[in-house]
């Protein structure tokens, strides 16, 4: 109740913080260029000079912010990475050395491929053949809301719902996970699910594919109803079938809003953290960068070194993908 | 030889009628255009013809087979639509070669035909192209030729210049009377609310309005003869001239009386019935001449003159309610506002309706 309260007083200053700021600045800009009441010449160069400051009074605090929280913490993170644990010692590149030879680096790497190979795939594939079918029947949209629904749900909240999907009971006891109530229903023996290495690191993407799937399905199905109909007339008389139509005339002209779904969740993917911890934690070969990084910075005693490396790496991967993900939504805007 | 024939088609939306029953038999090689203002289902009509439509009710056949429920790619037709509805992820080649390649024809086949039809359409250096470097003339251009490599027994058209500028409109009209030209056999059917297109394209014109065919024949047989007020008013540019009017004399000539109190003589044999009943008196703009001298149809004031160059227009007001009289003289005669002038027509030009609107014909 009292956290409730000062939750709520949080958001009452801030909120009127803000307009305070707005208000009181603008305020106080127009006095110092007051424009009424003067003659034209004067209120003319103080309207301009005004209007000049103005946009900067707006982006001001947003600027702020992001140089605190996301510029500097990156030229931060890259000399915490060319030092040692307490941050305070130079040692060159020798984190990214132990890296380079580190089997828990190796491994969290390879199954981060794994995770940038099929997650992005089946979610944007089940996206669009979702999106495709919802738009020719009339539960559609009910069947979309629901398929949606899981995009709110937070990655923890989401890991929570399936652990229970995959609970484990001893044989004979009764198997509250649906998955092993399912196997021994057909006389299988219950599966410890997510301990079972290479196939865990599956169990684990199918909650991301069942978050994101409802991401994919609302972009694609609004680049599907962009498709002029006349085009998929002309497809008909020209004799296509409706497989021919949806895959060399639909998919065709929704590629580039393909490629921007794919990436959007491929730097998703690349940074996904949450889900592994509260599954695994890592164990049972599921380990990822992202956890790896938490591990070596958080616990067993903090690691500032060696986890900003491991951040860096992160970073460098996501770099490319994100420059050209927004290249392309730029491209696709202006084609609008 | 009847290439189409429609029998008592009809089309409806639920419980809403659209299309109320129409025969029409279109013969091979003809060219056919559909006409009439927007919403009264011409489009509907040619999209059934295509199989984009469900027929409702009737029955289509094309070359003598029933194709009611045949899909649209074997019916022998292709289709220009308004957008060109070209692929836009494909060259122009590739969009000529679409429907080829999903009826797997042989490779040389595919190519000799889109160069065949390239070549009509003097597209063959654009054929690497895609859509978006075209320009609007050749786009559609691109769709008529997509249509050819079809090769189709009955062409349709579906307002394919609405979306030209005034220059190109006129050039691709010419191209497509051409076109049809250099294919005798193959029959087109063209929907268009443009009465130019329509006049000068057609070998007969179908006037369709709610969903009815008003009238059909060839363009001047429209012009001169419309069946009912509706085509008359629909055919030609500025609209006919109608007044009220009442049979003053009914037998082989035919006396009216207009308001404003004039009589005009017209070549027209009415029954003997209609005596002293109200009936509708039409005069195109163009028949209408200045009267020299008491011989006149009627007498009013100009509102409003626009100068065209090669003709004049007169607005009349004050004649009938709500509606001028325009008045088309040829060349420049310009008229003061306000100035009293009367008109006159040529007898044999003159057009009248009953109280229901049918034409008595001449």
New interface residues.
């Given amino acids: 109740m009292e956290q409730l309260a000062g939750a709520l007083v949080t958001v009452v200053i801030g909120v009127l913080g803000c307009a305070a700021y707005f208000f009181g600045s603008n305020f106080l800009l127009d006095a110092a260029f007051p424009s009424r009441g003067r003659d034209p010449l004067t209120a003319a160069r103080n309207m301009r000079r005004a209007n000049a400051i103005r946009p900067w009074l707006f982006l001001g605090p947003a600027l702020l912010v992001l140089g605190i929280y996301l510029v500097y913490p990156v030229f931060e993170s890259l000399r915490l990475s060319l030092h040692d644990r307490s941050g305070r010692n130079f040692v060159g590149l020798s984190n990214y050395v132990w890296m380079a030879n580190n089997p828990g680096f190796r491994e969290s790497m390879f199954n981060n491929m794994l995770w940038l190979l099929f997650v992005p795939a089946l979610s944007t594939f089940l996206g669009l053949v979702i999106a495709a079918l919802t738009d020719r029947i009339w539960w559609g949209n009910i069947a979309k809301s629901l398929i949606f629904m899981p995009m709110a749900i937070s990655f923890v909240g989401a890991s929570v719902i399936w652990k229970f999907i995959y609970d484990y009971r001893a044989a004979g006891s009764e198997q509250i996970g649906i998955l092993n109530a399912i196997v021994v229903y057909f006389g299988g023996e219950p599966q410890a699910w997510i301990t079972i290495p290479f196939w865990n690191n599956f169990f684990l993407m199918i909650i991301l594919v069942w978050i994101q799937t409802g991401f994919a399905m609302v972009i694609l199905s609004a680049a599907l109803r962009g498709i002029p109909d006349e085009t998929i007339e002309a497809a008909v008389i020209d004799g296509a079938n409706g497989f021919q139509i949806f895959f060399k005339i639909m998919i065709p002209q929704i590629w580039g809003t393909i490629a921007v779904v794919w990436t959007t969740i491929t730097i998703l993917v690349l940074k996904v953290f949450d889900i592994v911890l509260a599954m695994t934690n890592g164990q049972w070969n599921t380990q990822v960068l992202a956890n790896l990084m938490f591990d070596w910075m958080f616990r067993g005693g903090g690691d500032f070194g060696r986890g900003a490396a491991i951040a860096m790496v992160i970073m460098v991967l996501v770099i490319p993908i994100m420059v050209w993900n927004i290249r392309r939504a730029s491209a696709e805007m202006e084609g609008r | 030889m009847t290439a189409l024939q429609l029998k008592n088609i009809k089309k409806s939306y639920g419980t809403v009628d659209v299309i109320h029953g129409v025969d029409l038999d279109i013969q091979e090689g003809e060219f056919v255009v559909f006409v009439g203002p927007s919403g009264c289902g011409k489009s509907t009509l040619l999209r059934m013809i295509?199989?984009?439509e469900e027929i409702s009710g009737g029955t289509l056949s094309i070359g003598g087979q029933v194709v009611n429920d045949i899909?649209?790619?074997?019916r022998g037709?292709?289709?220009v639509?308004?957008?060109?509805?070209?692929?836009?992820?494909?060259t122009v080649y590739d969009n000529m070669a679409?429907?080829m390649r999903?009826?797997k024809e042989s490779k040389e086949e595919i190519d000799r035909r889109v160069r065949a039809a390239a070549d009509i359409l003097q597209l063959t250096q654009y054929l690497d192209r895609l859509p978006k470097a075209l320009s609007g003339g050749q786009r559609q251009r691109v769709a008529i030729g997509?249509a050819i490599c079809?090769d189709p027994k009955v062409f349709l058209f579906d307002e394919p210049l609405s979306n030209l500028d005034a220059a190109l409109r006129v050039a691709t009209r010419i191209e497509i009377a051409k076109l049809h030209e250099s294919m005798p056999d193959t029959t087109m059917i063209y929907v268009t609310h443009d009465q130019v297109e329509a006049m000068t394209l057609a070998d007969r014109i179908v006037v369709l309005s709610a969903g009815r065919i008003e009238q059909v024949g060839s363009p001047m047989e429209l012009y001169h003869h419309p069946a009912n007020l509706f085509v008359a008013q629909f055919i030609g540019s500025p609209a006919m001239n109608i007044l009220p009017a009442r049979v003053e004399k009914a037998g082989a000539e035919t006396i009216v009386t207009l308001t404003g109190g004039r009589q005009a003589f017209l070549d027209i044999a009415t029954d003997a019935s209609q005596q002293g009943k109200p009936a509708k008196f039409g005069v195109r703009p163009e028949d209408l001449t200045v009267a020299q001298g008491e011989d006149y149809l009627f007498e009013g004031q100009v509102a409003l003159s626009e100068a065209l160059g090669e003709v004049t227009l007169y607005y009349i007001e004050g004649l009938v309610e709500g509606e001028p009289i325009v008045v088309k003289v040829p060349g420049n005669q310009p008229v003061r506002r306000g100035e009293s002038v009367r008109f006159t027509a040529d007898r044999s030009k003159l057009h009248l309706f009953d109280a229901e609107g049918l034409s008595y014909r001449r």
Wanted: proline share 12%; aromatic share 16%.
């Fill in positions: 295509a199989g984009l899909p649209p790619s074997k037709i292709a289709m639509f308004q957008s060109y509805a070209l692929y836009p992820h494909m679409f429907g999903i009826a997509r079809r």
